[in-house]
């Protein structure tokens, strides 16, 4: 799994490339937030960017990211995605644009111990999407799977078991002036352990539009409503966002706390509380 997602990573661009060829297009969207994609009416191959951007403040989703947390761990999230379709026509008399296409993404946790770093934990998650937006409206419907493993550094300390599921998910954001707000819906299609089957996600985020040249303070939360065993996690983040003048993802220095069920599928019976410090990049 680890070298899949490897691959992917090489693969799969980041979508910079795609903003600054959109950079001369109008957007609705305040700066910090990613540009919307667009292109020619009808249907387009490969297509540039991603009508419905990672959510900064969901801990689980696509990203660039490198942290150090409050129990002296370090985490380090590697993700990439590559859309390969794209439609732009009408629907219900409003401009739609239209992706389909491949993510992946890698959540790797280190414990520090003195100068080294063993690797304790990674998750591994791939998927297929399906994404639209219409003015300030953004759709997405994702089938993900993801699997969960111990790595070296607690091979003989802790008992290991099978982690594997896969998920449909339906998210829906909103954009209000600089506010995002979103709210979702994930199924559980199969998993093992085996698990109640329904969850919900709820958040927002804000890129402000105070700053210091480039430079935007922005915040958010996301909460995790999960049945008993996974139990709720409640994510609060905030920092600084450097913007780019092209659309392009904002590269964060950001602090988060995180409380609840442990989101790493090998630990997901237990509690945590931590703070993370870092550097982070959506797609």
């Known amino acids: 799994m680890k070298k899949l997602l490897f691959c992917l990573v090489l693969l799969l661009s980041p979508m910079a490339h795609g903003a600054e060829e959109n950079a001369d297009l109008f957007s609705p969207f305040p700066a910090g937030f990613m540009s919307p994609p667009d292109q020619g009416e009808g249907w387009v191959a490969l297509p540039p960017g991603r009508p419905f951007p990672s959510l900064l403040t969901d801990p689980r989703d696509l990203k660039l990211a490198l942290r150090k947390n409050s129990k002296g761990e370090i985490e380090a999230d590697v993700g990439g995605y590559r859309s390969f379709a794209g439609w732009k026509g009408q629907i219900a008399g409003r401009s739609t644009v239209l992706h389909t296409g491949l993510e992946g993404n890698g959540y790797f946790q280190l414990k520090q111990e003195g100068s080294k770093f063993p690797l304790h934990s990674s998750d591994g998650l791939i998927g297929v999407y399906g994404e639209a937006i219409r003015g300030l409206s953004l759709y997405q419907v994702r089938f993900t799977h993801l699997s969960a493993h111990l790595s070296d550094g607690l091979y003989g300390i802790r008992e290991r ?109 237990e509690q945590t509380e931590k703070w993370n410090f870092g550097l982070e990049m959506d797609f």
């Open 161 to 269: 078991f099978v982690y594997t599921r896969e998920t449909l998910s339906l998210r829906f954001a909103r954009q209000f002036d600089f506010v995002r707000a979103y709210v979702g819906y994930h199924f559980l299609v199969h998993t093992q352990p085996v698990l109640p089957r329904h969850s919900l996600q709820l958040g927002f985020y804000s890129i402000l539009p105070w700053h210091w040249k480039r430079l935007h303070p922005y915040l958010g939360a996301d909460l995790r409503l999960r049945n008993e065993q996974e139990g709720d996690t409640f994510a609060l983040s905030g920092g600084v966002a450097l913007v780019s003048s092209l659309g392009a993802p904002p590269l964060r220095l950001a602090v988060s706390y995180l409380k609840g069920h442990d989101l790493r599928g090998q630990f997901f019976r």
